[in-house]
């Protein structure tokens, strides 16, 4: 059955190689679906050798687990091997037919790769983006063929959430369309189409709960406290181990997002700011595995605040 408002699948494009963008957490996961489900050449690449490698040895090693668990044979598992490949120059995009990008979640970032792609590859290529909440018809504005532009969102972890958030900009045009949920039906991904609003569907209702979460943390209630106090309304995960699990600079970028264009809809917390920036520099300072840093973000945003 054709998903609701998909269009014809005779006008897909096919997919035979695939260039994923940022080589960071998101990506690698979602470049190992790309190889495991299309079975096409995957090449990723980030803004040097040392995080392509970082996002390499993430999928070596997830396909290495598959094989392990034995979900996929020797043979399987070589073949994925041989497929993946990593560059630092886009240029090796040139026969790409898709290129997704999960880079840094800046509106003038997002617009100046992309630019940078279409340079390299045909006026058809398909340019995907798995942004979180900005506006997928700014990011291809700028573009001379933004009819190939489409919002492609994954959420995390990729490998298990089944939705997929395909995003229609004014300028998406049917083929583009068409490919895009072909693809994700190839990804076994249960595809939905979204306006492009900030935050799409799932985002805006995320940023609601996380704000209101962290509202609860300011308000005195320590972290723990608003963790059990909601699991009873059937999250699978309590917020802030959600928070964890997309990262917080991630999450606080989509507050930002939905404040800026909702500011009496939605919270941003102080609080949720400093974590995200101290997480930041735990990254960058190769200080600590992310679970010390979650357990002092927890110890942080308690300080102060039990009643
Ligand atoms: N990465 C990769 N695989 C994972 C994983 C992770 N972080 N966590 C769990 N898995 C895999 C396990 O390996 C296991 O796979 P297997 O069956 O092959 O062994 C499978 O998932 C089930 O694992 P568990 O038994 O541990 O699963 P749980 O029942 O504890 O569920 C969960 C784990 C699926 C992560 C569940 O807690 C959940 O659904 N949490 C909510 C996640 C969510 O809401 N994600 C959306 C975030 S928003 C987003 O990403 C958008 C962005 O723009 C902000």
Same mark, same amino acid.
């Given at each position: 059955k054709r998903p609701a408002g998909a269009p014809d699948k005779a006008l897909a494009q096919k997919v035979t190689k695939v260039g994923v963008i940022g080589a960071g957490l998101m990506a690698s996961q979602f470049a190992l679906l790309f190889v495991r489900r299309l079975q096409v050449p995957v090449v990723i690449t980030d803004l040097d050798q040392g995080r392509v490698d970082k996002g390499l040895a993430y999928i070596a090693e997830e396909i290495?687990?598959?094989?392990?668990?034995?979900?996929?044979?020797?043979?399987?598992?070589?073949?994925? %091997? =041989? @497929?993946?490949s990593g560059t630092t120059d886009k240029a090796d995009f040139?026969?790409? $037919?898709? *290129?997704?990008? /999960? +880079?840094?979640?800046?509106?003038?970032?997002?617009?100046?790769?992309?630019?940078?792609?279409?340079?390299?590859?045909?006026?058809t290529t398909i340019l995907a983006t798995n942004t979180s909440s900005l506006s997928v018809e700014q990011i291809g504005e700028k573009l001379e063929h933004p009819e190939r532009?489409?919002?492609?969102?994954?959420?995390?972890?990729?490998?298990v959430m089944p939705l997929l958030e395909i995003v229609k900009a004014p300028a998406t045009n049917d083929a583009t369309l068409a490919t895009?949920?072909?693809?994700?039906?190839?990804?076994?991904?249960?595809?939905?189409l979204t306006a492009d609003a900030p935050g799409f569907v799932v985002n805006r209702l995320l940023a609601k709960v996380m704000g209101e979460a962290a509202r609860a943390v300011d308000e005195g209630t320590p972290v723990p406290v608003v963790? %059990? =106090? @909601?699991?009873?309304?059937?999250?699978?995960?309590?917020?802030?181990?959600?928070? $964890?699990? *997309?990262?917080? /600079? +991630?999450?606080?970028?989509?507050?930002?997002?939905?404040?800026?264009?909702?500011p009496e809809r939605f919270y941003?917390?102080?609080?949720?700011?400093a974590l995200s920036k101290l997480a930041?520099?735990?990254?960058?300072?190769?200080?600590g595995k992310v679970t010390d840093f979650t357990k002092e973000a927890k110890k942080l945003m308690t300080v102060g605040k039990t009643p």
């Open positions: 290495g687990a598959l094989e392990a668990k034995g979900r996929i044979g020797s043979d399987e598992a070589n073949r994925l %091997r =041989a @497929l993946v040139s026969d790409c $037919d898709w *290129v997704i990008e /999960a +880079v840094f979640e800046d509106l003038a970032v997002k617009q100046q790769v992309f630019a940078e792609v279409e340079k390299h590859v045909s006026p532009v489409v919002g492609f969102h994954f959420f995390n972890p990729v490998a895009a949920f072909a693809t994700a039906a190839k990804l076994r991904k249960s595809a939905v963790e %059990r =106090a @909601l699991a009873p309304i059937g999250l699978p995960m309590g917020p802030f181990e959600l928070i $964890d699990l *997309v990262g917080w /600079a +991630v999450a606080a970028h989509v507050q930002d997002t939905m404040v800026s264009k909702f941003a917390s102080e609080n949720m700011h930041q520099v735990v990254e960058k300072n190769k200080a």
